[in-house]
């Protein structure tokens, strides 16, 4: 059984790496836009240079391992929180996974910011239970 200070670690880890992967992409996605731009413009030494530079950037992006991270943690996790109470799996991955404040949560639920966060300790509490 995981203890609910592991669980709650290992969530905001996810939140973490999940974020990362979001930047990545979208860094991913406007440098690649920047060199279709390049590569359309006459070949001077600067669009070379400029070129490789992205190049450098995009090499050392390395999305796949921060996805293959988040994949082993969800994993661990999914089964238990796929077992939860609809509202608690919303709660749970829009604030954990998802990183969404507990007053917007509260606010989309009808709840306020500290029912959300006692909520939250419940939930945390069950999937120990379930794990």
Do not use: C
């Not at 990545?24 to 530079?53: G, W, Y």
């Not at 238990?80 to 507990?102: E, F, H, M, S």
């Amino acid at each position: 059984m995981e203890t609910t200070e592991k669980i709650k670690r290992d969530l905001r880890l996810l939140r973490k790496i999940t974020h990362s992967i979001e930047v990545s992409l979208t860094v991913e996605k406007r440098h690649k836009e920047r060199l279709e731009i390049l590569r359309k413009q006459e070949q001077t030494d600067e669009v070379k240079q400029n070129i490789a530079d992205i190049e450098a950037v995009l090499a050392a992006l390395d999305t796949a391992k921060y996805i293959q991270r988040a994949t082993e943690l969800e994993s661990r996790y999914i089964e238990a929180i796929n077992k939860l109470d609809p509202l608690d799996k919303t709660i749970i991955l829009d604030g954990y996974v998802n990183g969404k404040a507990y007053w917007k949560i509260g606010r989309d639920i009808g709840y306020t910011k500290e029912g959300v966060q006692k909520r939250v300790n419940k939930i945390i509490e069950r999937l120990a239970e379930l794990l």
